[in-house]
């Protein structure tokens, strides 16, 4: 069964704080790796897509990497405005040509000015 | 360019009654998708579409039933509304990429409260 996990489950900053947010995973047959950001009473907002180990993608403060086993979104010189719940979600092979995504219960992160 | 658009946004429901979620997105998309998010919890799938006239099972069913008769529109009904059906509700679409791995693009959600 695919599983993801993410820590820490909340993280409290200083502004200006550089941080990483982890998350751990085992898919059979990784077809790429997600991270959202889902702000209070809102749905998840894509953030980026990374398909294989040793891939890097990068957005203003925020950069995430992959490793055949985790997947990091660092954080740096967070602003207050970097306040919201970031998701990371796995999608593997399923079966019938379905590619079954699996998502974590997030990282709570809260910066303070 | 709305992207996903749900309506309602809140929706409080007696046990037993019936409702329709509505959900449409305007990009084309031919994958979407309905996911439930509880407390503690991350999104399970409920139902998933990959194109018109074509839905399927996603991991918690039961309880719920989905149609796909445009692009655009991928409604979500609830039968016999029970308490356990108590969550946020989220649809999300996303295109058919090249690569098999594609992002979600989510609707603001619906707040479901069933007593």
């Known amino acids: 069964e695919d599983q993801v996990t993410q820590s820490p489950e909340a ?67 967070p602003k207050p405005e970097d306040s919201a719940t970031y998701l990371c979600a796995v999608r593997s092979r399923g079966s019938g040509g379905y590619q079954k995504v699996t998502f974590g219960i997030g990282t709570k992160l809260q910066v303070i000015p | 360019n709305a992207g996903v658009t749900q309506t309602p946004k809140f929706r409080i429901l007696k046990i037993g009654q ?68 108590t969550s946020v509700y989220f649809c999300a679409s996303s295109p058919l990429g090249l690569a098999g791995t594609y992002e979600q693009y989510f609707g603001p959600g619906t707040r479901l409260t069933v007593t």
């Open chain 2, 18 to 85: 019936s409702m329709t979620l509505q959900c449409a997105q305007d990009m084309n998309h031919n994958y979407m998708y309905w996911y439930r998010q509880d407390p503690g919890m991350g999104l399970k799938l409920i139902y998933y579409s990959v194109g018109a006239g074509i839905t399927d099972k996603g991991e918690v069913p039961n309880g719920y039933n989905v149609s796909r008769s445009t692009t655009e529109d991928f409604p979500l009904r609830l039968e016999l509304a029970a308490p356990s059906q």
């Open chain 1, 11 to 77: 993280l409290r900053l200083q502004e200006g704080e550089s941080s990483s947010l982890n998350c751990s995973y085992t898919v059979s047959g990784l077809r790429g790796l997600f991270w959202y950001r889902q702000d209070p009473g809102k749905g998840p907002e894509f953030l980026f897509t990374l398909y294989s180990a040793g891939e890097e993608k990068e957005k203003e403060r925020l950069k995430a990497t992959l490793t055949k086993k985790e997947s990091f979104l660092h954080i740096t010189a």
